[in-house]
């Protein structure tokens, strides 16, 4: 029991600061290369997908319209998962400007949208988003010059994102992508991210890799161009999207339930990005960053359940005492989170306690054999939300909401 306590305890502390802290020092000695300079804008194709957003999608094609990418040089597909409300009229609208629509009949999910968008897809560069997500004029070239580097295969852009509604769940949110956001700078220096943040990344299309529906595209497409073909996933910053993100910690929950349990699932397809062996380096930087994080919650549980046995000693009694406090913490969060009380940082034990609990059920959705391929839309139109938090950051140079 002392062995289990102490090698769970170690797990943790390794995930949220010895790989946070070795990834920094390793970038300390690789300071970030600045890209190549752009000889002329390669064809590119803005591919977004699309379910019942009948709210947004006219935002985000006027968005996509305005971008400052050479025009002659950009290819705007639309695909529509078995919309049902509006969404496809919307976008037939704007076929005069050149947009398309690809239309899939039925619920197949995001990654089979994608999957026969890249096969229609003209340009040499595949950039994915969001129709929620809104860009920054610049925030094409911000990604594709980044391609004129023989040895990048993904650039990830930014998530600028911002809070429609006040909300401790949001601004816990806000904090928690802004840390990704540094860790990602950081493993783009030390050699690749791990994984995409779906709104905003790019893929030269002769990498493209086609995948299963049932898998989650924007974490598994980098991580196997990466470890098939050799090419880095580095991270823009400076390729800004933003969107809103959900005030109630309740749909928070259930969209973190849905992708790390697509995630895990995806892994478990594609084990070849788990194995230093063949990975190298990068296999480590996934276990660490992606794996280990998600386990997380089964190495508290052994810690916890490590603690009980070890009451004996004083010291587990301390140590169950802070465990007990966590958990009072994390409910009083509740109380005060479902009556909107307290200043946030209060609600902060609950916002990590349910955020571990949204991974630990995905790890039994996982075991069990189940997956969530398809997904719902829960958000506030993006012409109707009031941002708060971040469009202060987003509208210094430029626009985004």
């Given at each position: 029991m002392t062995v289990l306590f102490w090698l769970c305890l170690a797990v943790i502390v390794y995930v949220y600061a010895g790989y946070p802290l070795g990834l920094w020092l390793l970038s300390r000695l690789r300071p970030?290369?600045?890209?190549?300079?752009?000889?002329?804008?390669?064809?590119?194709?803005?591919?977004?997908?699309?379910?019942?957003?009948?709210?947004?999608?006219?935002?985000k094609l006027v968005n996509s319209l305005s971008l400052s990418y050479p025009r002659e040089k950009l290819e705007i597909i639309v695909v529509s998962d078995g919309s049902t409300d509006q969404t496809d009229r919307i976008v037939e609208g704007f076929a005069p400007q050149g947009v398309q629509l690809i239309r899939l009949e039925g619920r197949q999910g995001k990654t089979a949208a994608q999957n026969a968008a890249a096969v229609r897809a003209k340009g040499d560069i595949l950039v994915f988003s969001d129709a929620n997500a809104l860009y920054e004029p610049d925030a094409l070239q911000q990604l594709v010059r980044h391609f004129e580097r023989d040895d990048v295969g993904c650039v990830e852009g930014q998530r600028r994102d911002f809070a429609a509604v006040v909300s401790a769940s949001a601004e816990h949110e806000l904090t928690y992508r802004d840390w990704e956001s540094l860790l990602k700078t950081w493993e783009s220096r030390v050699l690749s991210c791990t994984g995409a943040t779906g709104p905003i990344y790019a893929i030269r299309r002769s990498l493209y890799v086609p995948l299963d529906p049932s898998m989650i595209s924007d974490l598994m497409e980098p991580m196997l161009v990466m470890c098939r073909h050799g090419k880095r996933h580095v991270f823009e910053p400076g390729a800004v999207s933003c969107e809103v993100v959900l005030p109630k910690l309740q749909d928070e929950f259930r969209r973190k339930v849905r992708i790390i349990t697509r995630c895990l699932n995806s892994l478990k397809q594609a084990p070849e990005v788990l194995n230093p062996f063949r990975c190298g380096l990068f296999a480590i930087q996934v276990i660490s960053h992606r794996l280990l994080r998600w386990l997380v919650p089964v190495f508290a549980l052994g810690a916890f359940t490590a603690t009980v046995f070890l009451l004996h000693h004083p010291f587990y009694r301390m140590i169950l005492l802070l465990e007990m406090l966590f958990l009072f913490l994390a409910h009083t969060g509740a109380v005060l989170d479902r009556f909107d009380l307290g200043p946030a940082f209060l609600r902060l034990p609950h916002y990590f306690f349910t955020a571990n609990l949204a991974s630990l059920q995905a790890i039994v959705n996982s075991l069990l054999g189940r997956n969530i391929v398809n997904w719902h839309t829960v958000r506030s139109p993006l012409g109707k939300s009031q941002p708060t938090r971040h469009l202060a950051v987003a509208t210094g140079k430029h626009e985004c909401a």
């Open positions: 970030p290369r600045p890209p190549a300079v752009v000889a002329g804008w390669p064809w590119t194709s803005l591919i977004i997908a699309a379910y019942n957003e009948e709210s947004d999608i006219r935002e």
